[in-house]
């Protein structure tokens, strides 16, 4: 057996209950060998920096052979490492090294589609109609005179129609295949036996490797009723009661679920999960359940304004339902999905971001200091709760999005599928600088992947590092005080007369107290032991969260 498959009675089944978990987007994090793509091995060359920023695991985004058409979503060989990221020796060494650190391994899995360079997926192109090759896919013929309308009008998420046509071996226009991203990403059938049996293959594969859990990408997609008549976009668009739509969050996914923890507890500690599904809160707990993923993501802090109510109500909304499937809360506030909340936070409450993002980022102009106040008091706030936080690469740093790529330098897809509507993700996907000058800050000797910015050098670790009123110094002190927090999972809300503050505690008389406010406000009895940014004659100020014991 492989590293990490051995029984370890030592290590704490519940480790990622209030785990911090760092997502790498390993293109842009650490470049080893001046290809200006990150790899494993810049990964590694890094693990002393994760050590001491203080968190519990990494999470990494897709690390597998791909085109690239997704940003790695598009995966071509589940059960390999990109060449260029390196080889699965690396990935092995990279394991090793991050478990020595005493940091956690989770990687992404991707099982909703693959990528059409998949050995299966050019398997089906060569095969005709109805073979088997073709039933891990989803085929379909076309509707109108000769087949030549899509089977249904539905959109792909990134735009554009959600079903392509093959040309058949022969040469003739052909069938159709869903898919509900990019056409370069074919949706799989998850009826089809032989597809549950291999991805219970990848998911052991990696496991016997030592991997700790898994990120499941779009978990809510893979069950789907296709049952002919294909209903139209206006009805699936309509709301359909829960579980009825054809391929979004239907009741029969909790089955291929169910099926993955049985591999996840073969393992001890039993591996984990964490479900990425984009479901309304109510319908998370069934995939944060134990005998499902056992964790969902909540969006939901993510997407609100800056607003104590707010706030407010999401957290106690989503430690409920955590509390009703046993499972832990999450907390995020970036990914490499979204605008940088440093920006979001720089931005009146509102604002259109594909639109903003559009216009070059000017207009509004982003208040860049306030951003990053709120996005330093908002982090404080979501680390003092109970449950995890997901962090991602970048916003230790305090980094904004980057909003001035030109045209010809932009990967994502949703630019290329909806010309003059979306820019895309790009901008939160900029190589990390390491340090304030040299050769792409440091990220590695060649040019990086994607253009960084002048100002990139002041946000570096080098620069940060020194400074000791800098994101990152006050991170890696929150994180190291955090530490305290992981243990019983209790929170107790504060009533104030200031509606304006948000104040809660957690075991151990910890305080925490965020200020949403126009005004100061009084702190309760205690010692500061960290606040977001500096007090105000002893009072909290605007905009600002503060811990006390
Ligand atoms: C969610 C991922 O986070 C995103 O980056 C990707 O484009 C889609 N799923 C499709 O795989």
Redesign the pocket.
């Known amino acids: 057996m492989r590293s990490g498959s051995g029984f370890d009675e030592t290590v704490d089944a519940n480790w990622w209950r209030q785990a911090t978990v760092y997502q790498i987007y390993p293109r842009s994090f650490a470049d080893a060998d001046g290809d200006g793509i990150g790899d494993l091995p810049g990964v590694v060359s890094r693990i002393p920096y994760l050590k001491s920023l203080g968190i519990d695991a990494v999470w990494l985004s897709p690390f597998y052979p791909s085109a690239l058409a997704?940003?790695g979503?598009d995966v071509d060989d589940y059960r390999n490492v990109d060449p260029r990221l390196g080889t699965l020796d690396d990935f092995d060494e990279m394991v090793a090294a991050l478990h020595e650190a005493g940091i956690k391994l989770i990687v992404d899995i991707?099982p909703?589609?693959t990528s059409d360079r998949h050995e299966w997926f050019k398997e089906a192109l060569a095969s005709p109609e109805g073979s088997p090759a073709r039933e891990r896919y989803i085929f379909r013929d076309g509707a109108g005179p000769s087949g030549c309308e899509p089977p249904a009008d539905w959109e792909s998420l990134f735009g554009g129609p959600a079903w392509t046509r093959v040309r058949e071996p022969d040469g003739t226009p052909g069938q159709w295949y869903l898919h509900l991203?990019a056409k370069e990403?074919p949706d799989l059938n998850w009826d089809n036996r032989e597809v549950r049996d291999d991805f219970l293959k990848t998911l052991r594969f990696w496991s016997d490797r030592g991997v700790d859990g898994f990120r499941v990408?779009?978990a809510h997609a893979l069950a789907k009723d296709l049952t002919e008549p294909l209903p139209p976009k206006a009805v699936i668009d309509a709301t359909l009661p829960h579980g009825s739509h054809p391929f979004w969050d239907r009741d029969e996914v909790h089955d291929i679920y169910a099926e993955w923890r049985q591999v996840f507890n073969e393992y001890h500690p039993p591996r984990t999960a964490v479900a990425?599904a984009g479901v309304p809160a109510h319908r998370r707990p069934r995939y944060a359940s134990a005998d499902g993923l056992g964790q969902a993501f909540n969006f939901d802090l993510l997407m609100a304004d800056w607003d104590a109510a707010a706030f407010r109500r999401i957290i106690e909304e989503n430690l409920e339902l955590a509390r009703a499937s046993d499972a832990s809360s999450t907390w995020v506030f970036s990914n490499?999905?979204v605008v940088r909340h440093a920006t979001r936070y720089a931005l009146p409450n509102g604002t259109d971001l594909h639109a903003w993002l559009l216009g070059g980022g000017a207009d509004p102009q982003p208040d860049k200091e306030q951003g990053l106040l709120r996005a330093r008091a908002a982090t404080l706030l979501a680390l003092a709760l109970p449950g995890s936080v997901y962090l991602y690469q970048g916003e230790e740093l305090g980094l904004h999005e980057v909003t001035d790529i030109p045209a010809d330098a932009r990967q994502d897809p949703a630019f290329f599928r909806n010309p003059g509507v979306e820019v895309g993700r790009d901008g939160c996907r900029v190589p990390l600088p390491w340090t304030v000058t040299g050769p792409s800050f440091g990220f590695g000797d060649g040019k990086a992947h994607l253009p960084q910015p002048d100002w990139f050098g002041q946000y570096s670790v080098e620069a940060e590092t020194k400074d000791e009123a800098s994101t990152l110094r006050f991170y890696r002190k929150a994180l190291e005080l955090r530490r305290r927090l992981q243990t019983s999972e209790e929170l107790q809300w504060v009533e104030r007369t200031d509606a304006s503050a948000l104040h809660f505690v957690r075991p151990g008389g910890w305080h925490s107290i965020t200020n949403f406010g126009t005004e100061p406000v009084e702190l309760p009895a205690g010692t500061v032991v960290l606040s977001s940014a500096p007090l105000s004659e002893g009072k909290l100020p605007t905009d600002t969260t503060a811990w006390l014991v």
């Open positions: 997704d940003g979503y991707v909703n589609h991203f990403q990408d779009v990425e490499h999905d």
